[in-house]
């Protein structure tokens, strides 16, 4: 009965190496979000969608895709992996009101380019 | 100079101690939230807040719009406090947060 899941948790590739991170949400929110935590654990958004479609597209590598098939799953595909792409992946998902919402977080998957 | 600004980075406490940590933030907003990160890494949501001030067993979070500033507060501090803290803010007319760069609380026994 988890709220908000990622997989894979832990993540090792190589550089140039294309991988996919998978998150879902069973709380029934209209809205999933991509972050990136780096090293210094500073959160910065990356992508988010609601309802299937992109609202938020902050200036990431475009080797970085989001897909989101239905409003429960928003996936992450990155391409030819970097050094600097190592960090914490965290999805979260949040009903969007018309004034505040409140988000939830999955656990994060840990990605180490190597 | 970011638009979110903690303080303290880090704090050291005993337990028991009274804590503050608060947060400063130049642009307008719609609501701002505490989270608290433990050493694991799982997130998770402490408040949401737009106006006043809320409380959650021994945690109170409280804003105020106009000075662009909210603090969150522990009570009886304990060592299962020790975690980051990080506030975000949600730009008014926006869709996403922008964080700060987390409060590093340690609670010594």
């Not at chain 1, 894979?8 to 590739?13: E, G, H, I, S």
């Not at chain 1, 098939?69 to 979260?92: R, T």
């Not at chain 2, 969150?72 to 730009?91: E, F, K, N």
Request: proline letters at 4%; glycine letters at 8%.
């Amino acid at each position: 009965d988890t709220a908000v899941s990622q997989t894979p948790k832990y993540l090792v590739t190589q550089m140039g190496n294309d991988k996919s991170i998978k998150c879902e949400q069973n709380l029934g929110h209209d809205t999933m979000y991509w972050y990136k935590q780096d090293s210094k654990k500073f959160l910065k958004i990356m992508f988010s969608y609601n309802n299937k479609e992109l609202i938020i597209n902050e200036t990431v590598p475009n080797r970085f895709s989001p897909k989101s098939p239905d409003k429960a799953h928003l996936n992450l595909h990155i391409n030819s992996l970097e050094l600097g792409d190592s960090a914490v992946y965290f999805c979260a998902s949040s009903r969007m009101t018309t004034v505040t919402y409140e988000q939830y977080f999955g656990p994060g998957t840990r990605l180490t380019v190597t | 100079k970011n638009e979110v600004e903690q303080s303290p980075q880090n704090l050291t406490a005993q337990e028991g101690e009274f804590i503050t940590i608060n947060c400063s933030y130049s642009v307008g907003i719609s609501a701002l939230h505490w989270l608290q990160q433990h050493p694991g890494g799982g997130i998770v949501s402490l408040f949401m807040l737009s106006s006043g001030k809320k409380k959650h067993g021994r945690l109170i979070a409280t804003i105020n719009i106009q000075e662009k500033h909210s603090s969150l507060h522990i009570t009886a501090s304990h060592p299962r406090d020790s975690a980051v803290y990080i506030c975000a803010v949600r730009g008014r007319g926006t869709y996403k947060y922008i964080f700060g760069t987390g409060t590093r609380l340690k609670v010594l026994a």
